[in-house]
């Protein structure tokens, strides 16, 4: 491991730092090797329960690495479908983990950094954040990332359409009344802030967090509203069979907070 992601633990939260500040955490080969086999390695980590993202240094997360030698004996188009496949790969394992991600942004996120914000399950930023899909603007075409995907369903086709189409930045204030972001944090307290709401959602059983992150994220492509409820119906037959279910009521009608064994 090259160092380029630190990772902290917080008792069953995890904070990820991306660690290149000199380069704006920028996205380099080792950075994305770092990222795939960190995020593919939760699935089997129980004790882990919620992930908190971040960058360290002035921003977020400046996207590609564009100054980093790729060089290699691929040719060079096999070398480009590595790449975009490598880096792809990360968003796809960031939905598949069974933990919520909170991710918290400061600075810029742009065009790889902005998918990794979109990827998560919350959103903050500072009142500095900016962000901004930045392909079409080193002369690629502005649906890259997963971004064509992502943008439209969290803030709508209009709003997708102008940041893919032109690769402008959205200020803070802007992504917050599109829904891109759930809150603006003054960066001082933006940890904090995200602790907080780490520790609301170990207040939940174990199983029922992690199913929940599921279905929500299957039934953003649901084909139809019977598809989503029988995704639901699925998770709460499941749960309902659950010693921790059984505990929560019992907490619940005892008024004292549950104490959960199920993981």
Request: with cysteine; net charge negative; hydrophobic share 45%.
């Amino acid at each position: 491991m090259s160092g380029e992601l630190l990772i902290e633990t917080r008792g069953q939260i995890e904070i990820a730092t991306l660690n290149r500040p000199e380069r704006l955490n920028a996205l380099s080969e080792g950075l994305v090797d770092e990222l795939n086999a960190y995020f593919a390695g939760l699935a089997e980590r129980k004790e882990v329960r919620v992930v908190i993202l971040r960058g360290a240094g002035r921003g977020f997360c400046a996207g590609l690495d564009i100054q980093e030698d790729r060089s290699s004996a691929e040719t060079a188009v096999l070398r480009t479908l590595r790449t975009q496949t490598s880096i792809g790969n990360i968003y796809r394992k960031m939905r598949a983990c069974p933990q919520p991600i909170i991710a918290l942004g400061h600075g810029a996120a742009a065009g790889g950094g902005l998918s990794l914000l979109l990827a998560s399950d919350v959103r903050y930023g500072t009142p500095n954040f900016r962000c901004n899909a930045a392909y079409i603007r080193i002369g690629l075409g502005g649906c890259d990332m997963a971004s064509s995907y992502f943008l439209p369903r969290l803030v709508g086709a209009s709003l997708a359409s102008e940041m893919i189409l032109t690769g402008r930045f959205i200020d803070a204030q802007r992504a917050l009344s599109a829904g891109l972001i759930s809150e603006i944090v003054e960066e001082e307290a933006l940890l904090d802030r995200g602790l907080a709401l780490a520790d609301e959602m170990l207040a939940t059983a174990p199983w029922g967090l992690r199913l929940s992150k599921q279905a929500l994220n299957l039934n953003i492509d649901a084909q139809s509203l019977d598809a989503a409820m029988a995704i639901e119906d699925r998770q709460q037959v499941i749960l309902s069979a659950t010693e921790d279910h059984k505990e929560a009521l019992a907490a619940f009608l005892g008024k004292r907070a549950p104490e959960y064994r199920e993981r």
